[in-house]
Nanobody, 123 residues
């Protein structure tokens, strides 16, 4: 069982930055691929970024490429999402996801999910 707790959301002006964190309870955190998803009001949940267990492979949605960076610190059982050049359309609840298979994370089939953190970007 893996528990995920997101933090770092908030209100920011367009063009600003935020860093989200996701702390995991797993004793073997380094065995899990991790990802970030988001869901805006009235829209379906969408993939944002994913990272392999080692951090050696990363994947991004086209909408965030060049602006967002996913990283992880296995010593701290934490994955991060650095968000720069934020736009109003980035406004959403952001969720952390974990699975032992990277493919499951990328395809929105993760076994474990956090409760989400709200990100609001004002214009």
């Amino acid at each position: 069982q893996v528990q995920l707790v997101e933090s770092g959301g908030g209100l920011v002006q367009a063009g600003g930055s935020l860093r989200l964190s996701c702390a995991a309870s797993a004793r073997t955190f380094s065995n899990y691929a991790m990802g970030w998803f988001r869901q805006a009001p009235g829209k379906e949940r969408e993939f944002v970024a994913a990272i392999s267990w080692s951090g050696g492979s990363t994947y991004y949605a086209d909408s965030v490429k060049g602006r967002f960076t996913i990283s992880r610190d296995n010593a701290k059982n934490t994955v991060y999402l650095q968000m720069n050049s934020l736009k109003p359309e980035d406004t959403a609840v952001y969720y952390c996801a974990a699975d032992s298979h990277l493919r499951a994370v990328v395809t929105d089939a993760s076994d474990y999910w956090g409760q989400g953190t709200q990100v609001t970007v004002s214009s």
